[in-house]
């Protein structure tokens, strides 16, 4: 047993949260974890920077989801977990108030260098494939069994992170943990319809034109794609998540990065990196300021969208050139 395993065990009322737009992963681990602390005799609140996405509605079946208002007091607690980032700057305008209240900060996460993030007891592991795997285990070292709602949270966050056993992180664990839950009682065809099948009428249309946007540069190395206001506005009506244009991109023949900008209402520009083959787009993600895996990572630019597909190109050029190959 750690000091993390040490802190759960000591700690009363715990505050849940993750990072900006909660994905499966970052859900689907809080779900888990929720019921693990609730079975150690634990308050928990989940308390996300933003609401939760209307595909994962159906965990609201067994938990809660708080998020963040800013005219609202912060749920009472005595400790933070911070699960799938490990940084309070990721966390938003909540980070900021979290930071402020001043208790101990707990990270369970997977990316590149979460044990240097903002977490003063870590339980880590960059080779996990989704952090819901991590809740997993800790599910284990306590010898607290898993309920159908924990199952189905850690089903989530394995299904998000893997693309759906996809990807190469879908590694033995992996498998075995989907065995083991689906054997307990998760219904994967049901989560999928409810994650894939319940899309507005005018998410294929939108779907289209977003491809349509993209381009490939470096000799056809990159598929890079820029979404303005405009569009994202449209596709936030429509609950779009445009997480689906980044496959079809990937799935190129040639293509070894795919670049996604997307322009933020605040003013900045969010890039979604993916890679295929030895390219590691952590690396260029983190010389934005961003992180993630080798793989998927990420980054907020304060650029115009324009500068900012200009850059990430630029950035993205000079990584494809270092692992060879020509870019023009
Ligand atoms: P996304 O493109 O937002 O789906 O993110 C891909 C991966 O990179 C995920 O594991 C994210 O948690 C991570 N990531 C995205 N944005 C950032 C950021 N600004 N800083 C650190 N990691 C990020
Ligand atoms: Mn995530
Ligand atoms: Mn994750």
Redesign the pocket.
């Known amino acids: 047993m750690t000091q993390f395993h040490d802190l759960l065990r000591a700690e009363r009322r715990f505050l849940l949260t993750g990072?900006e737009h909660p994905?499966g992963d970052c859900v689907g681990a809080q779900t888990a974890l929720s019921h693990l602390l609730q079975a150690l005799g634990k308050e928990v609140v989940i308390h996300n920077p933003d609401p939760l996405a209307k595909a994962y509605g159906f965990l609201r079946q067994h938990t809660r989801f708080g998020h963040h208002q800013a005219a609202e007091p912060l749920p009472a607690h005595d400790v933070v977990v911070l699960l799938?980032?490990s940084q309070l700057r990721?966390v938003g305008q909540l980070g900021d108030r979290l930071r402020a209240a001043g208790k101990p900060i707990a990270v369970i996460d997977h990316?590149v260098g979460s044990d240097r993030g903002d977490g003063q007891v870590c339980y880590v592991d960059a080779k996990a494939a989704a952090t819901g795997a991590l809740v997993r285990r800790l599910f284990r070292e306590f010898g607290v069994p898993l309920n159908l709602a924990a199952a189905e949270g850690v089903f989530l966050s394995l299904v998000s992170?893997t693309g759906w056993f996809r990807y190469s992180n879908a590694d033995a664990e992996v498998f075995t943990m989907a065995a083991e839950l689906v054997a307990a009682g998760v219904d994967a065809s049901k989560i999928y319809d409810q994650l894939y099948r319940q899309n507005h009428p005018d998410s294929a249309a939108l779907l289209a034109e977003a491809l349509g946007h993209a381009s490939l540069r470096c000799a056809g190395r990159l598929a890079i794609a820029g979404l303005d206001k405009d569009y994202m506005d449209r596709a936030g009506r429509a609950d779009f998540d445009t997480?689906a244009v980044l496959e079809p991109l990937r799935s190129m023949v040639g293509i070894e990065v795919v670049a996604l900008l997307k322009e933020r209402f605040d003013g900045g520009v969010?890039v979604?990196?993916r890679a295929r083959g030895d390219v590691d787009v952590q690396r260029i993600?983190a010389a934005f300021?961003?992180?993630?895996?080798q793989k998927?990572?990420?980054?907020?630019l304060k650029l115009t969208l324009a500068d900012g597909l200009r850059a990430v190109e630029q950035a993205v050029a000079a990584a494809l050139t270092a692992t060879g190959g020509q870019v023009s």
């Open positions: 990072h994905d799938d980032c990721r990316h992170d997480d969010k979604s990196l993600a300021g961003g992180g993630g895996h998927a990572a990420g980054a907020t």
